[in-house]
Nanobody, 123 residues
Framework: QVQLVESGGGLVQVGGSLRLSCAASGRTFSTYTMGWFRRAPGKEREFVATSSRDGGSTYYADSVKGRFTVSRDNAKNTVYLQMNSLKPEDTAVYYC????????????????WGQGTQVTVSS
C-alpha cells in the first residue's frame, strides 16, 4: 500500500512563500509521475503541477505558472511544490498524487492521493 503524506502548509500573507513536501512510501517512487492538485472552498479539485519520473519535465496550470515550481528528490521519495508570490486565490487544500501516466492534468489519471495540507493566504 502506497502512502503519500503532505506537509508544509500553513497561513501566509499575500506575496509570501511556502514550500510543500510530499513523502511517499515504497521503493518505486522514481517510476511514477507525481502531481499536485488543490481544492478551494466551494470549488472543484483542480490541477496545479506535475513532474515526470526523473523531474526533467514539469507542467503547470496557467494560474500558477511562473510562481510555483515542482521538483522531486527520488533518493528521498519526496516531491516538492515551491509556491512564491502567493495570492488569496491560492487558498486551498493541496494534495499530492501518483500517476502511471507520463503526464496528466486529469485527477482520474492518479491512483494514490495524500490526505492534503491546508494553505491559507491572507490579505
Amino acid at each position: 500500500q502506497v502512502q503519500l503524506v503532505e506537509s508544509g502548509g500553513g497561513l501566509v500573507q499575500v506575496g509570501g512563500s511556502l514550500r510543500l513536501s510530499c513523502a511517499a512510501s515504497g521503493r518505486t517512487f522514481s517510476t511514477y509521475t507525481m502531481g499536485w492538485f488543490r481544492r478551494a472552498p466551494g470549488k472543484e479539485r483542480e490541477f496545479v503541477a506535475t513532474s515526470s519520473r526523473d523531474g526533467g519535465s514539469t507542467y503547470y496550470a496557467d494560474s500558477v505558472k511562473g510562481r510555483f515550481t515542482v521538483s522531486r528528490d527520488n533518493a528521498k521519495n519526496t516531491v516538492y511544490l515551491q509556491m512564491n508570490s502567493l495570492k488569496p486565490e491560492d487558498t486551498a487544500v493541496y494534495y499530492c498524487a501518483r500517476s502511471s501516466f507520463y503526464y496528466s492534468d486529469s485527477a482520474a489519471s492518479y491512483d494514490y492521493w495524500g490526505q492534503g495540507t491546508q494553505v491559507t493566504v491572507s490579505s
